[in-house]
Antibody, heavy 119, light 113 residues
Framework: QLQLQESGPGLLKPSETLSLTCSVS??????????WGWIRQPPGKGLEWIGS???????YYNPSVKSRVTISVDTSNNQFSLKLSTVTAADTAFYYC???????????WGQGALVTVSS | DIVMTQSPDSLAVSLGERATINCKSS????????????LAWYQQRPGQPPKLLLY???TRESGVPDRFSGSASGTDFTLTISSLQAEDVAVYYC?????????FGQGTKVEIK
């Protein structure tokens, strides 16, 4: 059974860089049928897609954060990562990693990691 | 960006009764080459990540009870829970995957009356 698990620091100061890793188990990140995405959710609010990556390294991003975001993949360790630079309080959210069927819908989700930005 | 607007924001339904959630997209999500609507529905229970319920507007994900169904008419989409159960208390989101960026509705909270 596929599982995704987010990990990374939970507290950042404004202007720092958010770094999260999603470890995939029970399946290969090198699947030809799937992209791997990041979605965030401010506490008590709705969902925002950040971006997605294919095992080859092909990415596509939400223009709203594209200038600050880098998503990378590490196939040897079956994981992918998110970096978001110059964070502000507006970036405080639960960050979910998810498997995306091709470039369609998200069919498996991690439990989420809360990242708080505060001075 | 394609704007997804859900209605209502919340609803309270008695156990065993029908719950209907609407989602309207700002443009068509129908891809003419395959006649499919590029829309998914998710359920998010309190303290949990979202869970995929339906894709292609009306196809149930494996393991999803058949009391959940979806329909489409133009740019209007509907998620129906035919007989509400206690475990269906959640926030429901629609999401379009027709265009980048992928966008979600604001969510509809379903509670027990």
């Amino acid at each position: 059974q596929l599982q995704l698990q987010e990990s990374g620091p939970g507290l950042l100061k404004p202007s720092e860089t958010l770094s999260l890793t999603c470890s995939v188990s029970g399946g290969s990140i090198s699947s030809s049928s799937h992209y791997w995405g990041w979605i965030r959710q401010p506490p008590g609010k709705g969902l925002e897609w950040i971006g997605s990556i294919y095992y080859s390294g092909n990415t596509y991003y939400n223009p709203s954060v594209k200038s600050r975001v880098t998503i990378s993949v590490d196939t040897s360790n079956n994981q992918f990562s998110l970096k978001l630079s110059t964070v502000t309080a507006a970036d405080t959210a639960f960050y979910y990693c998810a498997r995306e069927l091709w470039r369609y819908y998200f069919d498996q989700w991690g439990q989420g990691a809360l990242v708080t930005v505060s001075s | 960006d394609i704007v997804m607007t859900q209605s209502p924001d919340s609803l309270a339904v008695s156990l065993g009764e029908r719950a209907t959630i609407n989602c309207k997209s700002s443009q068509s999500l129908l891809y003419s080459s395959n006649n499919k609507n590029y829309l998914a529905w998710y359920q998010q229970r309190p303290g949990q990540p979202p869970k995929l319920l339906l894709y292609w507007a009306s196809t149930r994900e494996s393991g999803v009870p058949d009391r959940f169904s979806g329909s489409a008419s133009g740019t209007d989409f509907t998620l129906t829970i035919s007989s509400l159960q206690a475990e269906d208390v959640a926030v429901y989101y629609c999401q379009q995957y027709y265009n980048t960026p992928r966008t979600f509705g604001q969510g509809t909270k379903v509670e027990i009356k």
